[in-house]
């Protein structure tokens, strides 16, 4: 009888365990929380010199797309992405394809334990060419 009372609660606890650990790796092609070591530091610099970030798209604006981040919350423990983070990749991939500018900046959060993270958090913005 003992032998069963244990495993009737050492079995939920073990998956009571699992589900809220998450995942312990980062999906490839994932950037995990605030991590910038995927970006260069003269990549960062020049996007953050050349790339503006503006509340309304100005009327001589010539536009270029959109501009998406995604980043994970590899576990509920794990540091959140913050917005600012998903701004520096947008602003340095805006930089890369020729934009000096984005706006219209929109951040969701998901859940993604499916695909290997815990929340996946998602940011787009419009890219510009503004003379």
């Known amino acids: 009888m003992k032998k069963r009372a244990l495993l009737l609660t050492a079995v939920p606890a073990v998956a009571l365990m699992s589900a809220l650990s998450g995942c312990s790796s980062v999906p490839e092609g994932q950037v995990a929380g605030n991590d910038m070591n995927h970006l260069s530091l003269r990549d960062k610099r020049m996007a953050e010199k050349q ?66 993270c815990w929340n996946i958090y998602k940011a787009t913005a419009n890219m510009l060419v503004v003379e």
């Open 51 to 116: 790339v503006q970030v503006l509340e309304t798209t100005p009327s001589s604006a010539t536009p270029l797309g959109e501009v998406v981040s995604e980043r994970c919350q590899s576990s509920m423990f794990s540091e959140a992405p913050e917005d600012k983070s998903l701004i520096v990749d947008m602003r340095a991939e805006a930089y890369r394809l020729g934009a000096n500018a984005i706006t219209d900046i929109k951040v969701e959060k998901r859940g993604a334990m499916g695909e290997g």
